[in-house]
């Protein structure tokens, strides 16, 4: 099947009890058993959920994955894939990667020795020096939050499987509709299902999709031992989501495009973050591992004064200011006073995060209006 189909069908069923073409919210805690043991394949909502169960089914589907596992956030996922570790293991990751991330793995795993080592993952020279016999994991976020670096998915795979390393890539920006990681050599691929995948702004949730029948009873066993699992009406929400991911995608990649050659042109704007322009670094890498660019956007303006940002940001109407991103309206945020705050300002500057970058995700509203937005706002 092609994306589009697979995005409505791929992974889901009608439901067996009544025809519902849109399967039910399981809004049930536990489940009646014949006898000790003897039951229909689901006993207790932790462990399994009709509802979620669908949902896990549909992103496998989607990512050209065999199995899909449902987090109640992104953070969740995070949270199961380092508990694959051991206290020892290290873990080699790009220096320009969400702060949440960056957070829970210096601020909570590293207190349990797990060591994490943060590089430029453009050049993967910079990673080969960091290997050593306790490397365990690659963690790849591509493209970057919030400068939209692009990283080499298949080069990494083929590092990653000469070393016999476990390779994780974080596709919420991207989303299968632009990349599929498990096809390039990734052994895990995460989400935060709260942005594009969900994509009403309405749901938090994570997921994890993997090919390897070892490596999901590992994480499956995580998952319900850890219990971070989401319920059934937001897995409803999510599952509702994906039947327009394709054509919402589409136009997040459409509008970012005329966003970003708008904001390229205005001789108030400096530096414009797009995998789309051909001096965007690694430009040739997106466009062999990506179907289009997407519809995030940062960028600085002449002076990189945080003052001249903070007021731009204020001004804006159509662009509400607001954590997350991914949704079908458009929103603008402040990487470092919001989303990067968890990263020490002297490591966000090293890695090119200034402070008046300001982080745009451009939705599907029309173009022109969400450019005439920006006009008045950059004055």
């Known amino acids: 099947m092609k994306f589009g189909t697979k995005a409505i069908h791929a992974g889901v069923e009608p439901d067996p009890s009544t025809g519902a073409i849109m399967t039910p919210i399981y809004q049930t805690s536990t489940y009646v058993q014949r006898s000790p043991g003897d039951h229909k394949g689901y006993e207790y909502s932790r462990t399994h959920n009709p509802t979620r169960t669908q949902l896990q089914n549909a992103l496998a589907a989607l990512e050209n994955g065999k199995h899909g596992l449902c987090f109640s956030s992104g953070m ?117 299902l709260t942005k594009y995948m969900g994509g009403h702004s309405d749901v938090v949730m994570g997921a994890i999709v993997v090919k390897d029948d070892e490596l999901r009873n590992r994480l499956a066993f995580i998952q319900n031992s850890c219990g971070a699992t989401p319920g059934p009406q937001d897995c409803f929400l999510v599952l509702r989501g994906l039947k327009t991911l394709h054509l919402r995608m589409e136009r997040h990649c459409q509008n970012g495009r005329k966003v970003a050659e708008y904001l390229k042109g205005n001789a108030k704007v400096g530096k414009v973050y797009w995998p789309g322009f051909e001096e965007h670094p690694n430009h040739e890498v997106a466009q062999s591992q990506m ?42 945020g402040h990487p470092a006073s919001m989303t990067h705050a968890s990263i020490p300002r002297e490591d966000r500057l090293k890695a090119g995060l200034s402070d008046s970058l300001i982080r745009l995700s451009v939705g599907v509203e029309d173009a022109e209006d969400l450019i005439a937005d920006l006009e008045q706002a950059i004055g």
């Open 76 to 192: 969740a996922a995070v949270d199961a894939i380092i508990k694959l570790l051991q206290p020892g293991d290290e873990v080699i990751s790009t220096n320009d990667l969400y702060g949440g991330s960056y957070r829970i793995f210096t601020k909570i795993f590293q207190n349990y020795g797990i060591k994490f080592h943060f590089t430029n993952m453009q050049d993967i020279s910079n990673v080969e020096k960091l290997l050593n016999e306790n490397t365990k994991m690659v963690w790849v976020e591509t493209p970057t939050n919030p400068l939209l670096n692009i990283i080499d998915i298949k080069a990494y795979g083929e590092l990653c499987k000469k070393q016999n390393l476990l390779l994780v890539a974080d596709n919420t920006f991207a989303t299968p509709y632009l990349q599929t990681p498990l096809d390039m050599g990734a052994d895990v691929v995460m989400h935060s």
């Open 291 to 332: 179907r289009d660019f997407g519809g995030m956007v940062s960028f600085e303006l002449k002076g990189d004064n945080v003052d001249d940002a903070m007021r731009l940001l204020e001004n804006l109407k159509l662009f509400a200011l607001a954590e997350s991103l991914g949704g079908v309206e458009s929103l603008c």
